[in-house]
């Protein structure tokens, strides 16, 4: 591989990353993984196909940490332990595992003349959609879209196709870059296609008529001790959230202050603890306004550690209006989306972020919640124990953030609605891709 490519690999990723949360550069997506597909379509040994992807992803890893890290000013990342620092690296090395893959194939496709031109950048964009849904057997999933979570009008067309058709439009302008670049031409026809077809979705979104179903006024308790204190000072609110984990393990004791405090402050409480018997379970409640638990779940998608020490929870069960997800169950479609199913109009999330240099795993888990919301029109609020806790209205736009490093309460009126295509149709265009691969790229 040589200098000039290696040059444009580590550019390509510093342009990526600079759209990366927390960064602000969200264009910059639309060309940052061009220079990985041009590389990719040169005759490279796969050996030098591995060493692209890493030199590219841990070039994108270089602005969001360093954004992180200046906007984080609380935290000493000396502090952290050897593994949370690895931890912060990891979802680039699985950014670059899933891009490089699909640099790789649509490279050696570009090679074989089996899709130039504007076939071949829609077989790029399929190829990407299919291995990022590919990606929730990972350790963490990859989604390009969580790019653009910080301009809700690029939200927008979660509504249609989930978080996938957003992502479908980030390859897409990648690989119209890329094939520019190898033709030396720029399709202005293929570039007003996929503009005018973003734009269109994006409209149709905002315009189709959403279901109103009134308002809620939610609290939100930002704590990593005692959180129930805190919730007891909350009044006029119809729901309160507190943390992942944040009553610690299950008693008796516990439920009784649980139920003291619903009665208290008349509100619906979601809390979350850890189950001991029958086995170890991270889960949580729903407590009715009389102190009656109405609702109990547990965690559905286990993050990493997690998996040696509790038990995978089988059942997503809503108690309408109010539905729960547990921290990195929102990284995934399928939880909120069968709660919403189920006629949840909002999703309470008690979270826990771990600890990750400037706190950038709370930048990147915040990114999943917009979409979540968008694509089933429903309110999401998040409980973490540390910081960047939030409430997400039904167009995917933040209503309220806490700031990291600070025991806060959050309380905010939302309106409520419910349902959107996405929610009744699932997966569709996942499968569209799938179809578009094996038809354009295999041909």
């Known amino acids: 591989m040589s200098a000039t490519a290696l040059l444009l690999l580590l550019a390509g990723?510093?342009?990526?990353?600079?759209?990366?949360?927390?960064?602000?550069?969200?264009?910059?997506?639309?060309?940052?993984?061009?220079?990985?597909?041009?590389v990719n379509a040169q005759l490279l040994h796969w050996h030098h196909r591995v060493l692209a992807a890493l030199c590219w992803s841990f070039a994108t890893a270089v602005p969001p940490i360093t954004f992180s890290v200046a906007i984080g000013g609380h935290q000493d990342a000396r502090a952290l332990a050897l593994e949370d620092r690895l931890l912060t690296l990891l979802p680039f090395l699985?950014?670059?595992?899933?891009?490089?893959?699909?640099?790789?194939?649509s490279g050696k496709w570009w090679q074989w003349s089996k899709g130039q031109g504007h076939l071949w950048v829609w077989s790029v964009a399929a190829l990407g959609v299919l291995a990022e849904w590919l990606s929730r057997w990972l350790p963490l999933p990859v989604h390009l879209a969580l790019t653009q979570s910080s301009l809700n009008l690029l939200v927008q067309p979660a509504w249609f196709g989930g978080i996938w058709l957003v992502s479908w439009f980030v390859w897409s302008a990648n690989a119209v870059v890329a094939a520019a670049i190898l033709q030396k031409r720029v399709n202005l026809g293929l570039i007003v296609c996929v503009a005018l077809l973003w734009g269109l979705l994006i409209v149709l979104s905002l315009l189709f008529p959403v279901r109103s179903g009134g308002g809620m006024k939610v609290a939100v308790v930002q704590s990593p001790n005692d959180?129930?204190?805190?919730?007891?000072?909350?009044?006029?609110?119809?729901?309160?959230?507190?943390?992942?984990?944040?009553?610690?393990?299950?008693?008796?004791?516990?439920?009784?202050?649980?139920?003291?405090?619903a009665k208290e402050t008349g509100a619906f409480l979601v809390a979350g603890f850890f189950e001991s018997t029958p086995s170890p379970a991270n889960a949580a409640v729903l407590v009715d306004p009389n102190g009656r638990e109405v609702l109990r779940y547990r965690k559905v998608h286990l993050f990493l550690g997690e998996r040696q020490h509790f038990r995978k929870g089988k059942e997503v069960n809503a108690h309408p209006p109010f539905g729960i997800a547990i921290c990195f169950d929102t990284c995934f479609p399928d939880a909120i989306r069968k709660l919403a199913k189920q006629g949840a109009k909002v999703i309470a999330v008690p979270n826990y972020d771990p600890p990750s240099i400037g706190s950038l795993l709370h930048?990147?888990?915040?990114?999943?919640?917009?979409?979540?919301?968008?694509?089933?029109?429903?309110?999401?609020?998040?409980?973490?124990a540390i910081g960047l806790s939030q409430v997400f209205g039904v167009y995917g736009d933040c209503w309220a953030q806490a700031p990291l490093g600070r025991?806060?309460?959050?309380?905010?009126?939302?309106?409520?609605a419910g349902g959107g295509l996405y929610t009744f149709l699932?997966?569709?265009?996942?499968?569209?891709?799938a179809l578009t691969v094996v038809l354009l790229g295999f041909r």
Do not use: S
């Not at 699985?94 to 194939?105: D, F, N, R, S, T």
């Not at 008796?252 to 139920?259: G, N």
């Not at 025991?407 to 409520?416: C, F, Q, R």
């Open 407 to 416: 025991e806060t309460v959050l309380e905010v009126a939302v309106p409520l």
């Open 227 to 261: 959180p129930l204190e805190i919730a007891r000072k909350v009044k006029g609110a119809q729901l309160i959230v507190l943390p992942e984990g944040g009553l610690g393990y299950e008693t008796r004791f516990m439920h009784a202050a649980l139920a003291e405090t």
């Open 94 to 105: 699985l950014l670059g595992v899933v891009a490089g893959g699909v640099a790789a194939i």
């Open 13 to 38: 990723g510093l342009l990526f990353g600079a759209a990366v949360p927390p960064c602000p550069l969200v264009p910059l997506a639309w060309v940052g993984v061009a220079p990985l597909l041009f």
């Open 426 to 433: 699932g997966d569709w265009f996942v499968l569209v891709c």
């Open 363 to 384: 930048y990147l888990h915040a990114a999943f919640l917009p979409f979540r919301a968008v694509e089933n029109r429903v309110v999401i609020v998040k409980a973490d």
